[in-house]
């Protein structure tokens, strides 16, 4: 934004500010890399909104401290409006930050410049891909680093379409562009991202034709949800564990709460093998 000065009649200097020229730019994003996608859990809002009085050690014998089915379904960003063409989004603010990030890393701007300088204007961004359920060793954030097991979404295709409102008379559209690129390489998404020592949530930026692009698009809301109502495993070591799981909850003989969710037993979710057969290239899941 250009200002300068100038001197009046009376010999006072004015300030002469020139208008901000807005641009905007929709890109399509292929990932290049799973993403892991982790939403702050149900029930961890609702603790904080109300707390639950302690329990006891009965209580707390009786209770399960995991239900990975339900945590799996609940770490997911759900689209509620039924007329999405997704049942999964990401926030917007995730693919800004990120873009922000990736000139931590690059000559020509700050990270603040950035934040003020370009914005993604859309309110949700609907993610394509078919979720999976996968299970890992994590440290918690305690004294003690205490280990836990995490249940979380794991997509190993995903793409998306995001808007981006920039100032134009500041930034080009050449350099919005290699920024989010960069962003796609050094920043990612997610869990486990590049930006967190990690290598998943990766993207590149792609044409609207691009036919890996136009693959990943049909796997939508009809995939998604057959998914999360019946997931499949992202690797053999989260079956393995889920199949023990399951088995002990039943020897334990416990109530799993995402079986009184769904007035049914729950069902083991299908292994990458057994997953392969039910599913077509397209990644949607065949009901047959």
Known sequence: ??????????????????QIGMGRMKFHLLGTSPMIMHRFAAKAWQELLLPSAKKNAAAKAESLKHDPLQEFRECIYRNRDPERPTAVHFPSGAFSKAIAAAALDLPGASKAQILRLVSVTSVQVDIYGVPTLGMDMVRSSDMARTPDVRTRAYFAEWACAIDVEFVASLIGEAQITNLLAAAGIITGLGDYRPQKGGNFGKFKVVMRDDPEFLRVLKQDRRAQEAAMADPSFYNEEAAELYGWFNDEVKRREKTLQSSLDDGKPAKQPKTPAESDTKRGKNGQASHA
């Open 1 to 18: 934004m250009a200002k300068s000065t100038k001197k009046t009649g009376d010999g006072n200097e004015k300030i002469e500010i020139a």
